[in-house]
């Protein structure tokens, strides 16, 4: 048997209505991850879940309490406490039982919201933020503190920066602003100075070092800073580092970070920041700026041409490491394509190596040699000079919780499943996914998803084209589906078998990255099934997924005249249109797994439709029902192979008389109370109107 040592452990769980926060791990490795509603329509408390899982990513509880605020950020103490910081308040969760904090001021104007917080060994927590209080309690010595009360009464909308110190009882140690005034825009609504402090770390001594945005020219920097001037542009700034003495007295360096923004309201933000073992501190987010400083002999000096070219100017991330006197960048870099990225998490390792979670949507994101492409989701290694990439992975399933650092030398990538429930995109669950400090390797999963989705989704229906993403799953080159004796879809393809709660299930496919196979229709009396792939190499982890009753995904749309419906191929109005989906759920007949469809094989149980709108402005289209012709399994094909013939007619609306589908069509295969994804197809729009 192959050894985990180097394999993954995945984990998909069931999530508490509302926003996820926020994770957070303890000394013992156990992760927590906190979610927020609204717990009153005045949005005057909120409901607070705080769900935990050992380190091999098992869930082992939940906590819920109610609080006057939503969480922003969350971080566990030596004790095991839990400090959950938001707008006004910092709560600490001890056993069940909370402690709240006030953050800011008495006064009945404005607040103080937290959006970072980080504790030391010794249990004490700081916290930085925002302010517009005017009697923001700045302890005695402060750095900075308001000299007077008209000037920040003639800056409306103003957001001034904080950082406070609290003993581990809540006690306020150490409080003091930070901030500028003169903006670039000195007029209405852009002049309002902002300065927004997004990550905190705690070093020896209680020496804290900041990282954040502001759109001010005169925040504080140091002689001899690494970049001395903010090329702030109307109401857009740049980012700050910013070190400050353990008495919160004074900086021992500042500095900013950043390019030109494009245009008004863009620029950078933080995603995450970690402190290096010589003094030095690297920082993670994401970029607009075309000019962004980086230096030389790094993965991505410069972004491709078509990522700055024309107006649009999407985010794209960057790393980079300062030295400990911050007068240097050790290294800059980007990391982008053409598209667009999101960065969602940071964590360094005792060589100085950077770890990155988060996001691409290019296709020519920098990849070297060997990248493991099963998705969009990143988690790269990146050397500690920022030369060259030590690991390579794009995965499919979500890296937006941001990537943690175990104790053992492990990761843990934190994600969100995404799923449609009554044709509407649901957050309500989860992906954890624990990764080597190095290259994945042995029998593996990194997601599971319906054979025809974007996304993984932690779900499973009866009958369902599932496909398993990982390493080491098959043959090497790959082996298509048999035919067995029976006449049915066979079980084994070169050695690997795919077992649901120990029974093997056809296999459509079988390489090292990915197996398609079919779930059995026997699930639909059980709420949990357990999957295993079995290779002659060794054996994967045992995987639980939650059995839904249908879960539609559609493959692709076939026209009337038998082309395959795109934008070079569009379908004409009146037409009969055929789809080709997955996930319909049980049928009104049991027949055995793996059997070819007939033509007179039994259709699915549950209700199906096919619903036109516009993708997330569906109502424009009043949610249409399309005219079904046929829906059920397609003969020749797989039973599981759902076929629906729909006849593309469309109502006009009754107030205008005009249709507003023409502009952007996209159609859901619904089963059930559930839809599929939007899928786009495309039909000669002249037609009729």
């Known amino acids: 048997m192959v050894s985990h040592a180097q394999s993954t452990l995945l984990s998909y769980f069931a999530a508490p209505s509302g ?203 140091t002689a001899n800073a690494a970049q001395s001037a903010c090329k702030c542009n109307d109401s857009s700034g740049n980012m700050f580092v910013t070190r400050l003495n353990a008495g919160f007295s004074g900086l021992i360096w500042s500095t900013f970070l950043g390019g030109t923004p494009p245009y008004p309201f863009l620029g950078e933000t933080v995603s995450g920041i970690s402190l290096e073992p010589d003094g030095g501190v690297v920082i993670a987010g994401m970029t607009t700026d075309p000019d962004f400083p980086t230096t030389t002999g790094t993965i991505e000096p410069a972004l491709p041409a078509q990522a700055t070219a024309g107006p649009a100017h999407n985010y794209h991330g960057f790393v980079s490491r300062l030295n400990s006197t911050g007068t240097a960048w050790i290294f800059s870099t980007y990391l982008g394509g053409s598209v667009g990225e999101t960065i969602s998490g940071l964590q360094t390792d005792s060589q100085g190596n950077c770890w990155i979670a988060g996001e691409t949507g290019s296709q020519d994101f920098p990849t070297p040699p060997g990248t493991l492409q099963l998705g969009l989701a990143l988690v790269l290694e990146i050397a500690s000079d920022g030369s060259h990439f030590l690991v390579s992975e794009h995965i499919p399933g979500g890296t937006d919780g941001g990537i943690l650092s175990n104790p053992d030398g492990t990761l843990t990538v934190v994600g969100a499943t995404r799923y449609f429930a009554g044709g509407f995109l649901s957050d309500n669950s989860g992906s954890l996914l624990r990764l080597p400090a190095g290259p994945v390797q042995g029998v593996s999963f990194l997601g599971v998803a319906d054979s025809a989705a974007t996304r993984p989704a932690g779900t499973v229906a009866p009958g369902e084209f599932l496909s398993l993403y990982g390493t080491d799953l098959g043959p090497a080159g790959g082996a298509g589906a048999e035919i067995d004796s029976a006449g049915r879809i066979g079980s084994a393809l070169g050695g690997t078998t795919v077992s649901f709660d120990g029974e093997p299930m056809p296999l459509l496919w079988a390489s090292d990255h990915q197996i398609n196979v079919l779930a059995p229709y026997r699930i639909a009396t059980q709420s949990q099934t357990t999957l295993q792939v079995t290779t002659p190499a060794g054996s994967s982890q045992s995987l639980n997924l939650t059995v839904v009753a249908t879960q539609p995904n559609i493959f692709t749309v076939v026209n009337q005249d038998g082309t395959v419906n795109g934008s070079n191929n569009p379908a004409e109005l009146g037409s009969v249109l055929t789809l080709y989906g997955s996930g319909g759920g049980a049928l009104s007949q049991s027949l055995p797994d793996g059997t070819i469809a007939s033509a007179s094989a039994p259709s699915p149980v549950a209700p199906v439709s096919v619903i036109l709108s516009v993708s997330g402005t569906s109502y424009l289209c009043n949610n249409q029902t399309l005219p079904l012709v046929y829906a059920g399994p397609s003969p020749g094909m797989v039973v599981n192979a759902l076929q629906v013939n729909f006849r593309l007619q469309i109502t006009k609306e009754p107030a205008s008389g005009f249709n507003y589908c023409i502009y952007g069509p996209d159609i859901q295969l619904r089963a059930g109370n559930q839809s599929s994804e939007f899928f786009k197809i495309y039909w000669n729009s002249g037609s009729g109107f």
Request: net charge negative; glycine share 12%.
């Open 19 to 221: 926003t996820r926060c926020c994770t957070a791990e303890d000394t013992a490795g156990n992760i927590i991850i906190v979610y927020w509603n609204y717990a009153s329509p005045s949005l005057t408390s909120y409901d607070i879940s705080v769900m935990e899982f050992d380190p091999s990513v098992h869930y082992m509880a939940t906590v819920s309490t109610t609080a006057p605020f939503f969480p922003n950020a969350a971080a566990v103490d030596p004790g095991g406490s839990l400090w959950v910081v938001g707008r006004n308040v910092l709560m600490k969760l001890t056993s069940g039982q909370t402690t709240t904090v006030a953050l800011g001021g008495k006064g009945p104007y404005g607040e103080t919201v937290g959006h970072a917080v980080a504790i030391d060994k010794s249990g004490n927590t700081y916290v930085a933020g925002t302010t517009n209080q005017t009697d923001f309690p700045v302890t005695p010595g402060a750095f900075q503190g308001f000299s007077s009360v008209s000037m920040l009464t003639n800056l409306p909308g103003f957001q001034f920066g904080f950082v406070s110190k609290f003993s581990n009882t809540g006690a306020r140690l150490l409080s003091t602003v930070i901030f500028g005034v003169q903006t670039t825009c000195p007029s209405a609504p852009c002049g309002s100075p902002q300065t927004v402090p997004l990550a905190i770390a705690v070093g020896a001594g209680g020496i804290v070092t900041i990282a954040g945005t502001t759109d001010t020219v005169d925040y504080p920097v």
